[in-house]
C-alpha cells in the first residue's frame, strides 16, 4: 500500500511537470519580436525620446528610450527585451515634453525640443506593424 501511494505522488509530479512544460512552451514560442531603430528631429537624432507602443490588438506593449545618437531598443518590461507582433500605436515624448507633463519645466535645458501634439497621446500619428523576428522602425519627426 505504501509503494502504491508513492508510484502515485510520483505520477502526480510527473504529470505536474510535464504540463507545466507544455504550458511554458506554448507561452513562449515564435510570437516574440524584437524591434530597434532610430528616432529623428527634422534629420537629426533625437536623444532622450521616450516611446511607448500600445497594442491596437490584444496584449502588453512596450517602451523604449534614445540614446546620444536616437538609437533605440524596445523591451516589454525590463525582463523582456521583445514585444509581440501585430499593429501598435507609438507615442513619442521628447525630454522636455516628458518634464513639463510631470510639472518640472525649469528643469528643461537649452536645446531640449518639445515634440509637436501630433506624436502624443492615443491620437498619436504614428503606427507601426512588428512581424515575428528581428524589426528595424525609424521614425523620421518633424517639428512642423
Given at each position: 500500500m505504501n509503494r502504491t501511494r508513492i508510484h502515485r505522488r510520483r505520477?502526480?509530479?510527473?504529470?505536474?511537470?510535464?504540463?507545466?512544460?507544455?504550458?511554458?512552451?506554448?507561452?513562449?514560442?515564435?510570437?516574440?519580436?524584437?524591434?530597434?531603430?532610430?528616432v529623428t528631429l527634422d534629420g537629426e537624432p533625437l536623444a532622450n525620446c521616450?516611446?511607448?507602443?500600445?497594442?491596437?490588438?490584444?496584449?502588453?506593449?512596450?517602451?523604449?528610450?534614445?540614446?546620444?545618437?536616437?538609437?533605440?531598443?524596445?523591451?516589454?518590461?525590463l525582463n523582456n527585451d521583445w514585444m509581440a507582433p501585430g499593429e501598435y500605436l507609438v507615442e513619442a515624448r521628447s525630454r522636455a515634453d516628458v518634464l513639463a507633463s510631470e510639472n518640472l519645466s525649469h528643469e528643461v535645458k537649452p536645446g531640449d525640443a518639445s515634440l509637436p501634439?501630433?506624436?502624443?497621446?492615443?491620437?498619436?500619428?504614428?503606427?507601426m506593424t512588428l512581424e515575428p523576428g528581428s524589426n528595424t522602425v525609424d521614425f523620421e519627426l518633424s517639428s512642423d
Open positions: 505520477d502526480a509530479v510527473l504529470l505536474l511537470a510535464a504540463s507545466a512544460c507544455v504550458f511554458l512552451v506554448g507561452c513562449s514560442g515564435g510570437d516574440k519580436s524584437s524591434l530597434t531603430g532610430t521616450t516611446l511607448n507602443f500600445t497594442s491596437l490588438e490584444q496584449g502588453p506593449g512596450g517602451v523604449a528610450q534614445t540614446d546620444d545618437s536616437g538609437k533605440y531598443k524596445a523591451a516589454m518590461s501634439q501630433t506624436y502624443h497621446g492615443p491620437e498619436s500619428e504614428l503606427r
